[in-house]
């Protein structure tokens, strides 16, 4: 990603619906694991992620491979690591726990990160996986944020139990607002992040929250949500 997105992201990420469900989403998911050891956000950038993962009692580490994102995240207050998923910069089995949200999308070598974050956890450690879903959304967007692909339900399920893992959940994720963000990718001629109008933003954020108690888990979506661990 461009140093000018990660920049807008860090100015944007603390208050726009998408950034803070997604964050909301995390919260819940830790919240049921015991906060043992080290935890890892791959692909950190501001490190907004990385603050929950800290909030809920882990050691944390952000990995980040630009500069801008490095320097943000570091003037945050967090433990910054330079590295490439390929190639994590920590020792076999030292992680409890793995999160990588809207990263493996942009990684051409995506079968080498998972295998790099099965190699780096302890047996029994979590990964939080979070990817665009359904190339027929993909877009100017997707272009503009430098995605590689966008993930099929089938094709990322093979490619996290390809690298060892026993996945325990696979659900979609923004799928009310589907409708509406296929219509605005069809017209999109780059990035589509922006900064909402305050009760624009109130209302996209209640719509996604009522994805936390809707049955609507298995339909079509924008992203996709995997929980996964080290047997």
């Known amino acids: ?71 943000l995240a570091h003037e945050r207050g967090l433990t910054v690591l330079r590295g490439d998923a390929t190639a994590l910069p920590v020792a076999d089995g030292r992680l409890g726990l793995v999160v990588a949200y ?40 997707d272009v503009a944020v430098d995605h590689v692909r966008r993930y099929e339900r089938d094709e990322l399920l093979g490619l996290i139990e390809g690298a060892g893992f026993l996945v325990t959940d696979l659900r979609s994720w923004n799928v009310l607002l589907r409708p509406v963000a296929r219509w605005r990718r069809r ?20 719509v996604v929250v009522a994805e936390r108690v809707l049955p609507v888990g298995r339909w079509p979506g924008v992203s996709l949500l995997l929980t996964a661990t080290k047997p």
Do not use: K, Q
């Open 1 to 71: 990603m461009h140093s000018d997105e990660i920049r807008r992201l860090g100015d944007l990420e603390d208050r726009h619906w998408w950034y803070a469900e997604r964050r909301s989403i995390i919260r819940r998911a830790v919240r049921r694991l015991p906060a043992d050891g080290w935890a890892l956000d791959v692909g950190a950038a501001a490190g907004g992620n990385t603050r929950v993962l800290a909030a809920a009692g882990w050691r944390c580490l952000a990995l980040e491979s630009s500069a801008t994102g490095a320097e």
């Open 102 to 141: 809207d990263v493996l999308e942009h990684i051409p070598d995506d079968r080498a990160a998972a295998a790099e974050v099965f190699r780096a956890l302890r047996t029994g450690g979590t990964f939080l996986v979070a990817v665009p879903a359904d190339m027929r959304l993909w877009s100017a967007h």
């Open 187 to 206: 017209r999109s001629t780059g990035s589509d992040l922006d900064d909402p109008g305050r009760v624009v933003n109130a209302g996209l954020r209640a």
